[in-house]
């Protein structure tokens, strides 16, 4: 990670947040099939300007077994990225999100995103200003998106999906039901998982497990 990161505002989509890995291939190459394993992405607890993977372009991208500090997002999906040709596979992953959502997309950017027996936690409830929520989607256009969803652990996010016109917000999608609506209305669906409030028991064995230092295991312990 790169912790001295500053922040990105999310109006202006020509400042590009940094990111510890880019995924961008060049026109008529190969679509890569890039692979993340046993990954720990440490990102910037304070500012929250850093993304831990950027894709822009043709990819399948598989993470697992990986661990995310707080980013600006874990997952960023740029303007190249398009539903048929971008797949996104997230299986046994934990992450905080507070500094920004799991995955984020740019205005023109589509994609497939399937995240499966992974837990995102907001500990704190924290909430960033005018930049994209702590949340598990985030999209900034109206193209076309399509997420599966099975056995995943979601606590106190702030939305489920954030989407942000040009014009202004849409309201926040923040409970199952609402959830479950848009992604019938998207072609997608999320199935047995589990959406934790605040005031649920915590699935993480230590309460200070956000702030516990990088190369303690035991901060994504369920």
Do not use: M, W
Request: net charge neutral; glycine share 8%; aromatic share 8%.
């Amino acid at each position: 990670g790169q912790p001295n990161v500053r922040a990105s505002t999310s109006g202006i989509e020509k400042r590009v947040p940094l990111a510890s890995v880019v995924i961008e291939p060049t026109e008529n190459s190969e679509t890569p099939i890039v692979t993340f394993d046993a990954c720990y992405f440490e990102g910037n607890t304070q500012g929250g300007g850093q993304i831990a993977v950027a894709v822009n372009g043709p990819a399948t991208v598989n993470v697992s077994n990986c661990a995310f500090r707080s980013h600006g997002a874990f997952v960023h999906l740029r303007d190249r990225c398009t539903l048929k040709q971008t797949e996104v596979n997230l299986q046994h992953c934990e992450g905080f999100v507070t500094q920004g959502p799991v995955f984020r997309f740019n205005s023109k950017a589509s994609g497939t995103i399937r995240a499966r027996n992974s837990g995102f936690f907001n500990p704190e409830g924290a909430v960033v200003g005018d930049r994209p929520q702590p949340g598990l989607i985030y999209l900034a256009g109206e193209e076309p998106i399509h997420f599966e969803g099975n056995l995943n652990l979601y606590r106190n996010l702030n939305a489920l999906v954030e989407r942000k016109k040009i014009a202004e917000p849409l309201p926040l999608i923040d409970s199952r039901e609402k959830f479950q609506k848009f992604l019938a209305e998207h072609k997608s669906a999320d199935v047995n998982s589990e959406y934790l409030t605040q005031s649920s028991p915590d699935p993480l064995q230590y309460a200070n497990a956000p702030t516990r230092t990088a190369t303690d295991g035991l901060a994504f312990q369920a």
